[in-house]
Nanobody
Framework: QVQLAESGGGLVQPGGSLRLSCATS????????IAWFRQAPGKAREGVSC????????YYRDSVKGRFTVSRDRTKNTVYMEMNGLKPEDTAVYYC?????????????????????WGQGTQVTVSA
């Protein structure tokens, strides 16, 4: 049974940092890419980052490049997203997701792979 579970969200001041975790089970991170999405109140869900299964290459939307870093620990079946220099506009519920593809598809700021499995989300609030 495929499962994803996010954790690590919270309230942080502007300029602060958080590390989100996406604990996975039921599939191999060596075979399936993982993407991070976020959804702010009243806004559409948007892709944030993606990591390939095979070469672990990472991709980011422009607004988080240089601030967010995605990595994975295969021994723990967990994908991480380190978020630094957080801004109020980063406030959202963050989700990790996976599907059948090994590699991320990148179109501008989008990662339009097919995502069959999602976590429940973790809230990130950036506020003074």
């Amino acid at each position: 049974q495929v499962q994803l579970a996010e954790s690590g969200g919270g309230l942080v001041q502007p300029g602060g940092s958080l590390r989100l975790s996406c604990a996975t089970s039921g599939f191999s991170l060596d075979r399936h890419s993982i993407a991070w999405f976020r959804q702010a109140p009243g806004k559409a869900r948007e892709g944030v980052s993606c990591i390939n299964a095979n070469d672990r290459r990472t991709y980011y939307r422009d607004s988080v490049k240089g601030r967010f870093t995605v990595s994975r620990d295969r021994t723990k079946n967990t994908v991480y997203m380190e978020m630094n220099g957080l801004k109020p506009e980063d406030t959202a519920v963050y989700y990790c997701a996976t599907g059948p593809e090994e590699e991320c598809t990148v179109v501008g700021d989008s990662f339009p792979n097919r995502y069959d499995y999602w976590g429940q989300g973790t809230q990130v609030t950036v506020s003074a």
